[in-house]
């Protein structure tokens, strides 16, 4: 298995353009997560879906964040309009069940200048 | 609500000497506990889990952890720290239940090894 898949793997743009993250969870996991990590924060999770079912979005900043899984198989987080406040590394994370905890990917680095 | 301490947002150790890196959880049910690893430029890691067999769980690359009910703790260490060792260290908690698959991290240890 190749793994979680995230892509682009830097980006940058600027202030006020639509950014958007993408993700392939592992084949055959059902639950997917997306954070944000940065030196200030530290780690903080975003939103995560079950089954393609998003179950907590409290951790989204706002409403300029958006996230979707349309299938089992990708999804995507948008940032519109980017800030440079958004300048962080995120990560995307699957699971099957809880006892064999999550896989990460590589993360996605974005720069908004 | 669920939490993570880990104590010590740095560590340094000498190469060869015990590494010991501290992680306290609340949890009103018996948790899940995990301890990943990230190295510079790179996600996060699985080292190792407890989830309620043995307490004294051992991980990947001569790292184990201790779960201690009675200490709300889940301490992660190697005898002799290996240069490679270098990395930012997370534990996690979940309790699943209503909780799910949502893990809660700590703020992350980052272990610097000196020749």
């Known amino acids: 298995d190749a793994g979680v898949i995230q892509s682009p793997r830097h980006e940058v743009t600027e202030m006020g353009q639509e950014v958007t993250l993408r993700c392939k969870p592992i084949s055959g996991h059902n639950s997917l997560f997306w954070y944000r990590q940065t030196m200030m924060r530290g780690l903080e999770l975003l939103i995560y879906?079950?089954?393609?079912?998003?179950?907590?979005d409290s951790g989204m900043p706002e409403d300029r964040f958006s996230a979707k899984m349309p299938n089992a198989s990708f999804s995507t987080l948008k940032i519109q309009p980017s800030e440079p406040r958004d300048s962080a590394v995120y990560f995307c994370?699957?699971?099957?069940?809880?006892?064999?905890?999550?896989?990460f990917g590589s993360g996605t680095r974005l720069t908004v200048v | 609500a669920q939490s993570v301490t880990q104590l010590g947002s740095h560590v340094s150790v000498s190469e060869g000497a015990l590494v010991l890196l501290r992680c306290n959880y609340s949890s009103s049910v018996p948790p899940y506990l995990f301890w990943y690893v990230q190295y510079p430029n790179q996600g996060l890691q699985l080292l190792l889990k407890?989830?309620?067999?043995?307490?004294l769980v051992k991980g990947i690359n001569g790292f184990e952890a201790e779960f201690k009910k009675s200490e709300t703790s889940f301490h992660l260490t190697k005898p002799s720290a290996h240069m490679s060792d270098a990395a930012e260290y997370f534990c996690?908690?979940?309790?699943?239940?209503?909780?799910?698959?949502?893990?809660?991290f700590g703020g992350g240890t980052r272990v610097l090894v000196k020749p």
């Open positions: 996690a908690v979940s309790r699943g239940g209503a909780a799910g698959n949502k893990l809660t």
């Open positions: 994370a699957s699971s099957f069940n809880l006892g064999d905890g999550y896989t």
């Open positions: 407890y989830t309620s067999a043995a307490t």
């Open positions: 879906f079950n089954n393609n079912v998003p179950i907590d």
